[in-house]
């Protein structure tokens, strides 16, 4: 059993510049590898937790979704860092389109997407976190009962270090 840090994606990885959903528009954070090389050193798992309201939106759809994070891994990867698994969020209560548009308790603020990933992984709650820029994101920690950390932007990597010291 292994502790887990849970990434937001956009604000945190990459910038949110509004809905990015391509790879030319990923505008990775400074630090961003070397954080999560810090977090695989740890022993941490690590794992992207995101909402993908612009799929309920209509902009793009899940495939686009799955390929901006298999692109996202192999960056990663290129600079030796390990993205253990991704969780997206595509539904919206009310603009989602079609079957798109509902509750789901995997929206942040909802724990659902970190609650998913402490079951289907061999994760333990204990010493887990995670790093979000926006209140929702600390809002599903704290539903999650792990400890959430607001990046406010900058370095990733000086960001994480600081949390595990
Ligand atoms: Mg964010």
Request: proline share 7%; aromatic share 8%.
């Given at each position: 059993?292994?502790?887990?840090?849970?990434?937001?994606?956009?604000?945190?990885?990459?910038?949110?510049?509004?809905?990015?959903?391509?790879?030319?528009?990923?505008?990775?954070?400074?630090?961003?590898?070397?954080?999560?090389?810090?977090?695989?050193?740890?022993?941490?798992?690590?794992?992207?937790?995101?909402?993908?309201?612009?799929?309920?939106?209509?902009?793009?759809?899940?495939?686009?979704?799955?390929?901006?994070?298999?692109?996202?891994?192999a960056q990663a990867a290129a600079a030796g860092?390990?993205?253990?698994?991704?969780?997206?969020?595509?539904?919206?209560?009310?603009?989602?389109?079609?079957?798109?548009?509902?509750?789901?308790?995997?929206?942040?603020?909802?724990?659902?997407?970190?609650?998913?990933?402490?079951?289907?992984?061999?994760?333990?709650?204990?010493?887990?976190?995670?790093?979000?820029?926006?209140?929702?994101?600390?809002?599903?920690?704290?539903?999650?009962?792990?400890?959430?950390?607001?990046?406010?932007?900058?370095?990733?990597?000086?960001?994480?270090?600081?949390?595990?010291?």
């Open positions: 059993m292994r502790s887990a840090a849970f990434l937001d994606r956009d604000g945190v990885l990459i910038a949110d510049t509004g809905y990015p959903h391509r790879p030319e528009q990923a505008q990775v954070t400074p630090g961003a590898w070397a954080a999560v090389r810090r977090l695989n050193a740890a022993g941490l798992f690590v794992a992207v937790v995101t909402n993908q309201a612009g799929v309920a939106r209509g902009l793009y759809d899940e495939a686009q979704v799955a390929a901006m994070h298999l692109w996202l891994r860092a390990r993205l253990d698994a991704f969780a997206h969020c595509p539904f919206h209560p009310t603009e989602g389109q079609g079957r798109y548009r509902r509750d789901s308790p995997r929206r942040k603020p909802g724990p659902g997407m970190i609650e998913d990933l402490l079951r289907f992984f061999p994760l333990r709650r204990d010493g887990s976190f995670l790093v979000g820029d926006r209140d929702t994101d600390l809002q599903a920690a704290a539903a999650a009962g792990i400890p959430g950390h607001r990046f406010p932007g900058g370095d990733l990597d000086a960001f994480v270090a600081g949390i595990l010291a």
